[in-house]
């Protein structure tokens, strides 16, 4: 945000206690200065949203569109094949071919808008969090009394609130998404097997089907065994080695406090927090254990790095329960701490109590899923605090090892590879 210069030239005064604009007598204008401020930093976000929503609509309608046109086109295909019933064994090569090219352009085409859809969403992601600096540039700048500093917690938490109402615009996208792509899949295995003809259209033979197969860091679809319709999946290519990443928190824009139906599928912006989904990890996992690596910073920047070289989850029947072994690192190893172990222990979320507690519903007092125990040593998935936050004891992203019950986490993630 762009204060005008006289504005600027107050701030100024503000941090070097001088008398440029306010005298010390004169707080209370002080105060009443910064309430404007941050009013008009409101009414810009205000503003922003509707602009960004009008955005998003945009998209959805026409994605929409493709898909009202691929039904329609789908429709007189099937005419022309009851039509030419007599024909359709003479036809039958060039009609598969045709399907190829048709569905090909048709994928591509929602590639192309969903390319537009993340690149978008992602900006206005950006824009938002740099409004949330310039509150938190305001906030370590004022502190003469406490109604300031609840007005200035207030306007960060609506910052957080304009942020997840975005997240969830990108859910909702992703959603309709892979549901098209389980629609044209489905189409294709269709045709193949009522054809009795095989697909060797370089479109679906090149397609990525893990992390291992691309070559740069970031969102990448992938098409593995367990989801042929195409996954989502944030790969990161550190020194040659690549990493799946299926946890983030880094800020505080998504409520990790979900179901278990959620925590099974994923939520989130996978360019900024999100939670993959249990079951995916579950099919990453089943063959073989995987290494788990986690990065954890402090506010006071102090950073970490716990290392897992075999862990796992189970299938949904078994609770998605943890396997964590071999530990390695300098975060300490806070999902084997002998008095409140995690490995082992079922995943558990406010609707799926599956902890071990005889007295209280884990979950439910910690706001988040996770491997919880009797109750936590670490939790990962805890609400997110900012710095200037105070923290409810063990409520917030904790690894007992690396922080206090009361202190705060900046950044935690989770990868395996």
Same mark, same amino acid.
């Given at each position: ?34 309430? #404007? ?56 090569? %060039?009609?598969?071919?045709?399907? *190829? ?18 690149? =978008? ?34 306007? *960060? $938490? ?10 969830? !615009? ?11 792509? !389980? ?29 291992? %197969? ?22 990161? #290519? ?59 910073? =402090? ?73 919880? +125990? ?15 936050? #105070? ?15 009361? +202190? ?5 993630? $989770?990868?395996?590879?």
């Amino acid at each position: 945000m762009k204060f005008p210069g006289f504005i600027l030239i107050c701030w100024f005064g503000i941090i070097f206690k001088g008398s440029i604009c306010f005298p010390e007598p004169r707080s209370n204008v002080r105060l009443s200065d910064l309430q #404007i401020q941050i009013d008009d930093i409101r009414s810009e976000l205000d503003g922003k949203v509707v602009n960004k929503r009008e955005v998003l609509e945009t998209f959805f309608k026409m994605f929409a569109g493709l898909v009202g046109h691929n039904e329609k086109e789908s429709t007189k295909q099937d005419t022309l094949v009851i039509l030419n019933g007599a024909t359709l064994q003479r036809d039958i090569g %060039d009609k598969q071919r045709q399907f *190829t090219i048709d569905k090909a352009y048709e994928r591509g085409t929602l590639n192309e808008y969903a390319t537009q859809f993340r690149n =978008t969403t992602a900006q206005m992601n950006n824009d938002l969090l740099m409004e949330l600096k310039n509150i938190e540039d305001i906030y370590s700048q004022s502190s003469e009394s406490e109604g300031k500093h609840l007005a200035l917690k207030n306007a *960060t $938490m609506q910052v957080r609130r304009l942020l997840q109402n975005i997240t969830s !615009s990108i859910d909702t996208f992703t959603s309709l998404a892979t549901t098209y792509g !389980s629609k044209l899949y489905s189409e294709k295995s269709l045709s193949q097997n009522g054809c009795n003809t095989r697909e060797t259209g370089n479109e679906w033979e090149n397609a990525p089907k893990s992390c291992q %197969d691309v070559t740069k860091s970031g969102v990448h679809t992938i098409y593995p065994d367990f989801k042929p319709s195409g996954l989502e999946l944030y790969c990161e #290519i550190d020194q040659g080695k690549v990493w799946v990443v299926i946890q983030r928190r880094k800020y505080g824009t998504v409520d990790f406090d979900r179901s278990w139906e959620e925590y099974k599928n994923g939520f989130g912006n996978l360019t900024g927090d999100f939670w993959l989904g249990n079951e995916y990890i579950y099919h990453m996992t089943k063959y073989q254990a995987r290494q788990l690596r986690i990065d954890m910073e =402090t506010f006071d920047g102090k950073k970490r790095y716990a290392m897992y070289n075999e862990f796992g989850v189970s299938s949904e029947e078994g609770k998605y329960r943890l396997k964590a072994d071999v530990y390695s690192g300098d975060a300490g190893d806070a999902f084997n701490y002998s008095a409140m172990k995690h490995n082992g222990q079922m995943f558990s979320t406010y609707d799926a109590d599956n902890d071990i507690s005889s007295s209280s519903c884990c979950s439910c007092s910690y706001k988040s899923g996770w491997w919880f +125990s009797d109750c936590l040593y670490s939790n990962l998935n805890g609400m997110y605090y900012y710095k200037h936050e #105070i923290v409810p004891d063990a409520r917030g992203i904790t690894w007992y090892t690396l922080s206090t019950s009361r +202190s705060v986490m900046k950044f935690a993630e $989770m990868k395996i590879h």
